[in-house]
């Protein structure tokens, strides 16, 4: 196809406005006012999650910050460290803040579907990381962020190609609203019967006392290490750094999961790295199989992965710990929604930081994991509510990266077409 002479390549900052957080002080955060989202908030899967947002309070807000107001649809960068060049699409019924370390991509010379389309396609993603170096903690200003180059056609081009790549995009809004859904019941679930003990039959279970505090009688407070000392379940660190070289990865092969892509209990495919048959087969005893439970070694020790069906197979990387449960006494699936809990998040973060730079998880650690083991019945009946829940998450999650594969190949077949249609 012919490319049209309308297109032209400008610099994101001649058509948008980037507009850093604004540096919020410490003694302005309170429980409840008006949202701020931060760079925790924007996620990997180019959604911005607005439930843990802190907040500060209604009076503070003022002219000044007039500028740093969010609105639905405002698409969101993070600028510093190991999300560095994460985009995300807010949504919201009310008015939020901006924090520092995260900047609003405001067009205002292009159509803001067609820009969406752009930033949050995995080219652009890779960018924005390269802006901010990739290094330790990388960082990037929002003059590099205007300076970025887009090639952008005129504008009733630019509406033609969003309403094609919108479609696609709607769908996976769609996905990941099921996705969170089918979660926050698993989650809810879980609560109502190992938090507050309102299980099925809980009115005849007597609560009794344990170390650290009343539980149904027949339930037990326990650790993880104690099946792992019964052999119930494994830990398996991944490999050594001379076992696995930056130099082994290839274009395609057989996925590795790291760090980068481990999230709270799902995966974060974004970035993720490959190895060939040959090299695969040297790591066989670092495969995973469906109902393996990897955590993340340096830095986000708070997040895990449940392996599923889709990810069976591949291999662990260097700075994870695998856990296989090896019993039908213990569900994998009851430990995640266990782990994904505020409380579970907070307790690893305070056991792995240990006043360090970045907090580091080892075996030791995952075995002081604090477990409440309900009566098998009740743990049976728990896993069969759940896995149909999990199960349907791991579909939509599978449709969403087939869909985002889908519109990054065809963006730039339509940013080269003269006469995009349908």
Known sequence: MSISKNWKTVPLGKVC???PGYAFKSKDWCAEGIPVIKIKNV???RSVNTENADCVPESIYSDRLKKFLLEDGDILLAMTGATAGKVGKLRTKSPMLLNQRVAKIKPVEADPDFIWSLVSSDEYQTKFFNLADGAAQPNMSGGQIEGLELRLPDLPTQRKIAGILSAYDNLIE???RRIKILEEMAQSLYREWFVHFRYPGHESVPLVDSPL???PDGWERTTIGRF???KELSLQTGPFGTQLKASYYTETGTPVINVRNIGFGTLRAEKLEFLPPDKEEDLKRHK???GDIVFGRKG???RHLLVGPVEDGWIQ??????LRVLTESLSPQFLSIAFREPDHQRWMMNQCSGGATMASLNQDILCRIPVVLPSRKILTLFDNFISKALDEVDILASKNQNLRKTRDLLLPKLLSSENPSP
Not at 317 to 322: H, T, Y
């Open 288 to 290: 995973l199989k469906a």
């Open 174 to 176: 769609n996905n990941l």
């Open 300 to 302: 986000a020790v708070e």
């Open 213 to 215: 505090g009343p539980i």
């Open 17 to 19: 406005r980037v507009i």
């Open 317 to 322: 990387g260097s700075d994870c710990i695998r």
């Open 43 to 45: 996620q990997s899967d």
């Open 228 to 230: 792992e000392e019964n």
